[in-house]
């Protein structure tokens, strides 16, 4: 199993542009997230998704669009982006809503200009 | 006052060392209890679930103290892979909501 994937593993935009930031996972796990990971600020919840078709906002969702159109996939997109939006993201998977054990992808560091 | 609070460190200490890290948490409704270790630029990876009654995974305790609402980890004979931050992590019992500490550094020194 290759575990979580996450695409672009760097990424410089210019504000303003578009992108998305892919994220799959071969585990066949419900529960997919995105976090981002801010210095000072730890992991924040930007939208997640319980399965297939259902996807909901986290804690900092504004800027950021999400679709679960198979359960594999959960990719991520920035609409229009802007300097706080530098960081790095976090894709993750739980076999449920209710286990424990998060499965981490190996991030995307984005810098927007 | 944050849902989940660390000292961020950094805790410089020597190899073979004994070192304890401490985790407050602000919801008494709190399920469960997580230590997970990033290692730099690096994804955070789960270290341990912690129990109410303690629990040990070799050079690893984790203890629950729900009474004053902290967790804990203790590292016996620090070695220098054991350099990382370590993040608490606490998932609530009703929305299921993991909430993430901001981790502490831990540096092994030679």
């Known amino acids: 199993n290759a575990g979580v994937t996450q695409t672009p593993k760097f990424q410089v935009l210019k504000t303003g542009q578009s992108m998305t930031l892919q994220c799959a996972q071969d585990m066949n796990h419900e529960y997919m997230s995105w976090y981002r990971q801010d210095p000072g600020m730890g992991l924040r919840l930007i939208h997640y998704s319980v399965g297939a078709g259902i996807t909901d906002q986290g804690e900092v969702p504004n800027g950021y669009n999400v679709s679960r159109s198979t359960t594999e996939d959960f990719p991520l997109r920035l609409l229009s982006a802007a300097p706080s939006q530098t960081s790095v993201y976090f894709c993750?998977?739980?076999?449920?809503?209710?286990?424990?054990?998060?499965?981490f992808g190996p991030g995307t560091r984005l810098t927007v200009t | 006052r944050k849902e989940v609070e660390q000292d961020p460190g950094p805790f410089n200490v020597p190899e073979g060392a004994t070192v304890a890290f401490n985790c407050t948490y602000s919801n008494s409704a709190s399920q469960s209890f997580f230590w997970y270790r990033q290692d730099c630029r690096k994804e955070p990876k789960l270290l341990m679930s912690?129990?109410?009654s303690g629990n040990e995974d070799g050079r690893f305790t984790a203890q629950l103290n729900r009474a004053s609402q902290y967790i804990s980890l203790l590292i016996r004979d620090s070695k220098l892979s054991d350099s990382a931050t370590y993040l608490c992590?606490?998932?609530?019992?009703?929305?299921?909501?993991?909430?993430f500490g901001t981790g502490t550094k831990l540096q092994v020194i030679p």
């Open positions: 993750a998977s739980r076999q449920s809503r209710q286990s424990y054990e998060q499965y």
């Open positions: 912690v129990y109410s």
């Open positions: 992590v606490v998932l609530a019992r009703l929305n299921q909501k993991v909430t």
